[in-house]
C-alpha cells in the first residue's frame, strides 16, 4: 500500500526481496540457448546470447522477422525458462527457476503485447486497473483515479468508459500501453508496442516511456521494426537467426538510419 493516499509507488522489490547492488544490471544473460521442438524437429531458437542492461537503459531490438527477438523479449519477462546459460533479472538467476519465481518476477514487469490482449468484457479503465490489483500497496480508492490519469497520458481520457470492441485498433494498443504502465514496473517490455499506432499517438507513447527511464529508472527494452522510434533508444541490438549482430553490424545499422532520416 502507498505510503500517501494519491502516490504512485515505484514498483515492488527484487522478487528475493534483496536490494540491487549498486552498479548491478537489471538483466544479465550469459551465454544463453534455447531450442524449441525435440528430436528431428528441434530448432535452435537464442545462441549463445550474453548481454547486460542497466537501470534506466532503453535498448531497441530489431532483426529480421523470425530471428529470436520475442523468444528473447518473453524470456527477459519470465514468461519462458532458461533452458541453458545464466539469466539473472533484478539480481534473480532464472535458469531452473520454478513456476513460483517466475511469477514473482513478473510483478516487477510491465508487457506491452503485439496483439493488445485486452479484456474485452471490461472497460478501458478497467483494463487499465488490472495491473493495479495485482500489487497490495495501491489504496482501493485510489486505482481507478491512477488508471484513469495513465489513459489521460495516453490520450485516451474521453474513452475510459468504451470497452475494447467499441475502440480503434490504435486505441486498444494504447490501453495495452497504458495498462504496461500505470504501475511503474522495474522493468518495461514492448513487443512491436507503436506498431498500431499513428505517428503522433507513437511519439506521445516513447515521450512518456522516456520519461519513466529518467525519473523512475524503468528499464525498457522494445522489439520493433519502427524507424521512427529508433531515437529515443540509449541502444540498439540487432538478434539475426538467433544470434546477437557484431558492434559493427549494429552502427553500421545505425549509420543507414540516420543517413536515410528515419
Same mark, same amino acid.
Given at each position: 500500500?502507498?505510503?500517501?493516499?494519491?502516490?504512485?509507488?515505484?514498483?515492488?522489490?527484487?522478487?528475493?526481496?534483496?536490494?540491487?547492488?549498486?552498479?548491478?544490471?537489471?538483466?544479465?544473460?550469459?551465454?544463453?540457448?534455447?531450442? @524449441?521442438?525435440?528430436?528431428?524437429?528441434?530448432?535452435?531458437?537464442?545462441?549463445?546470447?550474453?548481454?547486460?542492461?542497466?537501470?534506466?537503459?532503453?535498448?531497441? /531490438?530489431?532483426?529480421?522477422?523470425g530471428?529470436?527477438?520475442?523468444?528473447?523479449?518473453?524470456?527477459?519477462?519470465?514468461?519462458?525458462? /532458461?533452458?541453458?546459460?545464466?539469466?539473472?533479472?533484478?539480481?534473480?538467476? $532464472?535458469?531452473?527457476?520454478?513456476?513460483?519465481?517466475?511469477a514473482?518476477l513478473?510483478?516487477?514487469?510491465?508487457?506491452?503485447?503485439?496483439?493488445?490482449?485486452?479484456?474485452? @468484457?471490461?472497460?478501458?479503465?478497467?483494463?487499465?486497473?488490472?495491473?493495479?490489483?495485482?500489487?497490495?500497496?495501491?489504496?482501493?480508492e485510489?486505482?481507478?483515479?491512477?488508471?484513469?490519469?495513465?489513459?489521460?497520458?495516453?490520450?485516451?481520457?474521453?474513452?475510459?468508459d468504451y470497452?475494447?470492441?467499441?475502440?480503434?485498433?490504435?486505441?486498444?494498443?494504447?490501453?495495452?500501453?497504458?495498462?504496461?504502465?500505470?504501475?511503474?514496473?522495474?522493468?518495461?517490455?514492448?513487443?512491436?508496442?507503436?506498431?498500431? $499506432?499513428?505517428?503522433?499517438?507513437?511519439?506521445?507513447?516513447?515521450?512518456?516511456?522516456?520519461?519513466?527511464?529518467?525519473?523512475?529508472?524503468?528499464?525498457?527494452?522494445?522489439?520493433t521494426?519502427?524507424?521512427?522510434? $529508433?531515437?529515443?533508444?540509449?541502444?540498439?541490438?540487432?538478434?539475426?537467426?538467433?544470434? $546477437?549482430?557484431?558492434?559493427?553490424?549494429?552502427?553500421? @545499422?545505425?549509420?543507414?538510419?540516420?543517413?536515410?532520416?528515419?
Amino acid at each position: 500500500m502507498s505510503s500517501e493516499s494519491g502516490s504512485v509507488p515505484t514498483g515492488e522489490s527484487v522478487p528475493t526481496g534483496e536490494t540491487l547492488p549498486t552498479g548491478e544490471p537489471v538483466i544479465s544473460l550469459k551465454h544463453v540457448n534455447h531450442w @524449441f521442438g525435440s528430436g528431428d524437429s528441434r530448432k535452435q531458437a537464442l545462441k549463445d546470447i550474453t548481454l547486460d542492461i542497466q537501470p534506466g537503459e532503453i535498448v531497441i /531490438c530489431t532483426g529480421p522477422s523470425g530471428s529470436g527477438k520475442t523468444t528473447l523479449l518473453t524470456m527477459l519477462g519470465g514468461l519462458r525458462a /532458461c533452458q541453458d546459460g545464466s539469466l539473472k533479472i533484478l539480481g534473480e538467476e $532464472l535458469h531452473g527457476a520454478g513456476k513460483q519465481v517466475l511469477a514473482k518476477l513478473r510483478l516487477n514487469v510491465g508487457f506491452i503485447f503485439q496483439a493488445h490482449n485486452l479484456m474485452m @468484457f471490461l472497460n478501458a479503465r478497467k483494463n487499465v486497473r488490472l495491473s493495479l490489483e495485482l500489487h497490495d500497496q495501491y489504496y482501493e480508492e485510489d486505482m481507478d483515479r491512477l488508471a484513469a490519469e495513465m489513459l489521460e497520458k495516453v490520450g485516451l481520457g474521453d474513452r475510459e468508459d468504451y470497452f475494447p470492441a467499441n475502440l480503434s485498433g490504435g486505441q486498444r494498443q494504447r490501453v495495452a500501453i497504458a495498462r504496461a504502465m500505470v504501475a511503474q514496473p522495474k522493468i518495461l517490455l514492448g513487443d512491436e508496442p507503436t506498431a498500431a $499506432l499513428d505517428k503522433e499517438s507513437g511519439r506521445n507513447v516513447v515521450n512518456l516511456m522516456r520519461e519513466m527511464a529518467t525519473n523512475h529508472k524503468t528499464t525498457i527494452i522494445m522489439v520493433t521494426h519502427d524507424n521512427k522510434i $529508433l531515437d529515443v533508444a540509449d541502444r540498439i541490438i540487432i538478434v539475426d537467426e538467433g544470434a $546477437l549482430a557484431s558492434k559493427e553490424a549494429e552502427a553500421a @545499422f545505425v549509420g543507414r538510419m540516420r543517413e536515410t532520416g528515419s
